[in-house]
């Protein structure tokens, strides 16, 4: 069973949608979460962490279900900016501070 | 904003050179770290480093490679005997603290001919 599991995407959408990305994580141990985006050839960049709670950045929404090991992002009105690809990320115990990735989701936004 | 820098952004080398993949972390940071990503793929985990040592890595992390810090400063990932399959996205980053934000540099594209 893969570590970390995304839908495989590509996720096509016009402006303005909202459009929602699921990953599952295989260690119950994880503790911490986070969506990272990665534009074409390049790095990836934090765009936020995941908390227990849910937390919301302006357009972008994450949450976690422990029990289900179970991960979102929500992105409202998607802007033709927001075409990238969105890795989910978890640091598990076992692998210290290292960071553990998804495949990732692609999202392109067309006008 | 402080950044990580690495160089070169592309390296071409033939089967067999040894190549070394340059960072300079973030001044202040304290761990750090080697990622590679091969085209299509997801990104992987390779080594991360604390007071001047290895402190995990991966099963990818064979004895082909090493890293080193030389001087306070640089990062450096060497590959000895480079492979057709070592052909990737190498991406060094750092964090200030265990659980603080790890920042990517902008990644050095390898390619093994």
């Known amino acids: 069973r893969k570590e970390v599991e995304q839908d495989p995407g590509p996720f096509n959408v016009p402006e303005g949608a909202t459009v929602a990305f699921n990953c599952t994580y295989s260690?119950?141990?994880?503790?911490?979460f986070f969506w990272y985006r990665q534009d074409c050839r390049k790095e990836p960049k934090l765009l936020m962490s995941?908390?227990?709670s849910g937390n919301e950045d302006g357009r972008f929404t994450a949450q976690l279900n422990r029990a289900s090991q179970y991960i979102s992002l929500l992105i409202r009105d998607s802007k033709l900016s927001d075409s990238a690809t969105y890795l989910c990320?978890?640091?598990?115990?076992?692998?210290?501070?290292?960071?553990?990735f998804g495949k990732g989701t692609t999202l392109s936004v067309s006008s | 904003e402080p950044e990580v820098t690495q160089t070169p952004s592309h390296q071409v080398t033939q089967m067999g050179q040894e190549v070394i993949l340059r960072c300079v972390p973030i001044?202040?940071?304290?761990?750090f770290y080697w990622y590679r990503q091969i085209l299509g793929q997801k990104v992987e985990f390779l080594v991360s480093?604390?007071?001047?040592?290895?402190?995990?890595k991966s099963e990818i992390f064979d004895d082909q490679f090493s890293v080193e810090r030389p001087d306070g400063s640089n990062f450096t990932l060497k590959i000895r005997s480079t492979k057709l399959e070592d052909s990737a996205m190498y991406f060094c980053?750092?964090?200030?603290?265990?659980?603080?934000?790890?920042?990517f540099g902008q990644g050095t594209r390898l390619t093994v001919v």
């Open positions: 980053a750092s964090r200030g603290g265990r659980d603080t934000e790890a920042f």
């Open positions: 480093f604390y007071n001047n040592e290895i402190s995990e």
């Open positions: 990320v978890v640091k598990a115990p076992q692998a210290g501070t290292a960071l553990i």
């Open positions: 995941v908390y227990s």
């Open positions: 260690n119950s141990a994880s503790q911490s």
């Open positions: 001044s202040n940071h304290l761990y």
